[in-house]
């Protein structure tokens, strides 16, 4: 099964997973990068004026303009695995700017997230209205610092 490794990435932890399990699945990567990236000041959602805490605040400041969404060889996947960070209980809002921009048509979807605190929450079946296409699957959460043998232990199982 062709699969892509689909990620956003706010601090590195997501990358270094959709990494480890893009080489453990022998899978391709895509980074989603928003048009305007992320500063730690802009991640500081303690500070009620930070961006992240703004657009918390405010969902139509969610649409985040992203860089590309344009996947080469899009059609030729049959399994798409998204990885992103929990913001407060759901995904980062750039994979849902991503998710809206794409047709999981015929494609099996496998969500997971990251999180220091957070469980996965109901964010995979946000991202699933968000799709309205593809053959979703439950989600799963790592700890952001997740180990090599948890990360085999679930792309073993897929």
Request: net charge negative; glycine share 6%.
């Amino acid at each position: 099964m062709k699969t892509l490794v689909v990620y956003y990435s706010a601090e590195g932890h997501t990358k270094k997973i959709a990494e480890e399990i893009a080489k453990n699945l022998q899978a391709d990567l895509f980074e989603i990068v928003p048009s305007k990236p992320y500063t730690d000041n802009d991640l500081n959602w303690m500070d009620d004026n930070a961006r992240c805490a703004r657009e918390h605040d405010d969902p139509n400041l969610r649409n985040i303009e992203l860089k590309t969404t344009t996947v080469p060889d899009w059609s030729s996947y049959e399994r798409i695995i998204i990885g992103y960070p929990i913001w407060w209980g759901i995904a980062a809002w750039p994979v849902n700017s991503f998710i809206k921009s794409q047709d999981f048509s015929g494609k099996v979807v496998l969500p997971f997230c990251t999180s220091h605190s957070s469980g996965l929450g109901d964010s995979d079946l946000e991202l699933k209205k968000d799709a309205t296409s593809g053959e979703w699957q439950d989600g799963h959460r790592f700890f952001q610092d997740a180990s090599s043998s948890s990360i085999k232990s679930w792309t073993d199982n897929l």
